[in-house]
T-cell receptor, first 120, second 113 residues
Framework: GAVVSQHPSWVICKSGTSVKIECRSLDFQATTMFWYRQFPKQSLMLMAT?????????EQGVEKDKFLINHASLTLSTLTVTSAHPEDSSFYICSARDDWASGVSTDTQYFGPGTRLTVL | TQLLEQSPQFLSIQEGENLTVYCNSS?????LQWYRQEPGEGPVLLVTVVTGGEVKKLKRLTFQFGDARKDSSLHITAAQPGDTGLYLCAGVNHGGSQGNLIFGKGTKLSVKP
């Protein structure tokens, strides 16, 4: 089945530093990937849509200069949290849509296991 | 803005009991998905419902999509401790540029042995 990995699975950093999170589709190509944020006891909130070879599309209220997204290949998207602060501490989850999905809805997104970010 | 309301938010039951989780919206969705998420992990897709009135069964789980494609329900029969988790419904937003998902707030289910 389609597998999405994230690295790291957890990270602790000091306030003011930048953190990069990787999202990889392991056995399929994904032109489109999505980045979500989930605060404790809350649901997933879409942050941005990552498009291979073009700029990401950010949701309203998400600072594009703070959350840098790079989708340089068909299997890798990265999210960099720049100048992280404690309020950025959250569970970041990516998902990927299989470009060549057959037999399943083209709306199907495969989710990664998430990255727990803690900013001290 | 499309919103999905899930109820109840929390549910604690004994093993063997039945339960139903509801997902409601004032908006029409082209399809709706149900996920289950374990703590510290990403959500795992359980089912996608597409057609109004559609009913899908996955072992002890029964999913229904409302006729108007605005609401859905998840019914679990004879719940087991292994069913414990966060259940999320998500509507496919074809009004957006990428067909992204809009998630409900989730229902946290705890099944006690």
């Amino acid at each position: 089945g389609a597998v999405v990995s994230q690295h790291p699975s957890w990270v602790i950093c000091k306030s003011g530093t930048s953190v990069k999170i990787e999202c990889r589709s392991l056995d399929f190509q994904a032109t489109t990937m999505f980045w979500y944020r989930q605060f404790p006891k809350q649901s997933l909130m879409l942050m941005a849509t990552s498009n291979e070879g073009s700029k990401a599309t950010y949701e309203q209220g998400v600072e594009k200069d703070k959350f840098l997204i790079n989708h340089a290949s068909l299997t890798l998207s990265t999210l960099t949290v720049t100048s992280a602060h404690p309020e950025d501490s959250s569970f970041y989850i990516c998902s990927a849509r299989d470009d060549w999905a057959s037999g399943v809805s083209t709306d199907t997104q495969y989710f990664g296991p998430g990255t727990r970010l803690t900013v001290l | 803005t499309q919103l999905l309301e899930q109820s109840p938010q929390f549910l604690s039951i004994q093993e063997g009991e039945n339960l139903t989780v509801y997902c409601n919206s004032s908006s029409v969705f082209s399809s709706l998905q149900w996920y289950r998420q374990e703590p510290g992990e990403g959500p795992v897709l359980l089912v996608t419902v597409v057609t109004g009135g559609e009913v899908k069964k996955l072992k002890r789980l029964t999913f229904q999509f409302g006729d108007a494609r605005k609401d859905s329900s998840l019914h679990i029969t004879a719940a087991q401790p292994g069913d414990t988790g966060l259940y999320l419904c998500a509507g496919v937003n074809h009004g957006g540029s990428q067909g992204n998902l809009i998630f409900g707030k989730g229902t946290k289910l705890s099944v006690k042995p």
